[in-house]
């Protein structure tokens, strides 16, 4: 095998992995929570009475973040430490899906609905609505 033929493989491997792993996220999230769209996670915010969930850093929090949103990092929820209510909707978000991902699977093992759990497609760079500055 020569060079050129080595290269293209390992680079058609990597992308056959990339794309196997970015599947697995999202189908990870799909089983997990709902996601919508930003224009829809957006007007879905507006229109009810939700929690609203940061789960980048403090930091990334603390430079802009959706109004009223309030900061829980990932970490929290693997310990079992979110705090949230089951009665009311849970709108998640963060700049990767394969984190708030995780975080849904974390609340639908602790008994939350999937029904009631609503990811931001696209990550908070996506989001249209109010934010802090």
Do not use: C
């Amino acid at each position: 095998m020569n060079l050129v033929t080595t290269v293209i493989i390992v680079v058609v491997v990597w992308g056959l992995v990339a794309l196997g792993s970015w599947l697995w996220v999202l189908l990870s999230a799909k089983t997990s929570a709902v996601l919508l769209k930003p224009i829809d996670f957006s007007k879905k915010v507006a229109n009810e009475n939700g929690q609203i969930v940061d789960v980048r850093e403090s930091a990334a929090y603390k430079r802009s973040h959706i109004m009223g949103a309030r900061n829980i990092p990932m970490a929290n929820f693997s310990q079992g430490k979110s705090g949230l209510r089951k009665d009311r909707d849970i709108f998640l978000y963060d700049e990767r899906l394969r984190d708030v991902a995780r975080v849904g699977k974390s609340l639908k093992k602790q008994g939350y609905h999937k029904s009631k759990i609503f990811i931001l497609r696209g990550g908070f760079s996506q989001y249209d609505g109010k934010t802090t500055k």
